[in-house]
């Protein structure tokens, strides 16, 4: 993502459909190799990419976008704290992670399993959703904070 915003910038244009075209090739990809990697396992993947491309493009756009605000920045000698305000930057962040969210539930529902499994998908995924956007609203506060505190005791103001 950061390398696809970079060769952007590098070539003095902004991200586009290319990339964001390219990225999610790149993700079907990793897709294929985890499912080649799941056979054997007592459960069946089914990707639907009707309902999962949708949300990956969104995230993949909208993380292209922020790091292309970020080096940008970089470029003209602005720090992050100056290109994204701590609460700008948190709520891009709880953003990104929302659709990450979204997209593993939407994974999740493609999962087929028989057995004494099937009688457990439905909560064990209604349980990693519920974790997930707990912990992703944390990180996204906890990043946030790590990135605008002031980075020596030796620099704070009295």
């Known amino acids: 993502m950061i390398a696809s915003a970079a060769r952007s910038l590098g070539a003095a244009r902004r991200p586009g459909e290319a990339e964001v075209g ?13 499912l080649a990697g799941a056979h054997g396992l007592p459960v069946q993947l089914d990707i639907a990419y009707a309902r999962i491309e949708p949300l990956r493009r969104r995230r993949i756009a909208r993380a292209l976008d922020l790091a292309m605000r970020i080096l940008e920045g970089w470029r003209d000698g602005r720090g992050l704290r100056s290109v994204m305000p701590a609460q700008a930057l948190e709520r891009r962040l ?35 959703r519920e974790i997930m956007a707990s912990e992703a609203e ?3 506060h906890e990043a946030v904070h ?4 002031q980075r020596f005791a030796s620099h704070k103001r009295a």
């Open 22 to 34: 390219s990225l999610l090739a790149r993700a079907r990809a990793i897709d294929r190799e985890f």
């Open 146 to 149: 790590a990135l605008h505190r």
């Open 94 to 128: 709880r953003e990104l992670l929302e659709l990450y969210c979204e997209e593993t539930s939407a994974l999740a529902a493609g999962v087929r399993t028989s057995g004494a499994l099937a009688a457990l998908r439905g909560r064990a995924a209604s349980a990693l």
């Open 138 to 140: 944390a990180l996204a």
